[in-house]
């Protein structure tokens, strides 16, 4: 069993930057490959950004490519997405997920944080 919890959203103008981090409990949280995840209102969630348990192995949704960075840090327990040059179409509640391995993350995988709101300003 996984319990996430994200913080670090917030508001911010177009441009600006916000760190999220995800704080991870329960055994074996650095076995899990963990994720980032997306949804605005009307939308479905989408996929952010992924990253596996060695931390070796990164991906990306083509619109944050080059923007975003997601990491991990197994001595916190803690996976953190840096999010720059943000535009308003990043506006979304961002959760964090994760599961046995990282191409099995997907909106259908088991842990789940409750969720934190970036919202972008033009």
């Known amino acids: 069993q996984v319990q996430l919890v994200e913080s670090g959203g917030g508001l911010v103008q177009a441009g600006g930057s916000l760190r999220l981090s995800c704080a991870a409990s329960?055994?074996?949280?650095?076995?899990?490959?963990m994720g980032w995840f997306r949804q605005a209102p009307g939308r479905e969630r989408e996929f952010v950004a992924a990253?596996?348990?060695?931390?070796?192995?990164?991906y990306y949704a083509d619109s944050v490519k080059g923007r975003f960075t997601i990491s991990r840090d197994h001595a916190k327990n803690t996976v953190a997405l840096q999010m720059n040059s943000l535009k308003p179409e990043d506006t979304a509640v961002y959760y964090c997920?994760?599961?046995?391995?990282?191409?099995?993350?997907?909106?259908?995988?088991?842990?789940w944080g409750q969720g934190t709101q970036v919202t972008v300003s033009s």
């Open positions: 997920a994760a599961d046995t391995k990282i191409e099995e993350l997907s909106p259908k995988s088991a842990y």
């Open positions: 329960g055994r074996s949280f650095s076995s899990y490959a």
């Open positions: 990253i596996s348990w060695s931390g070796y192995s990164t």
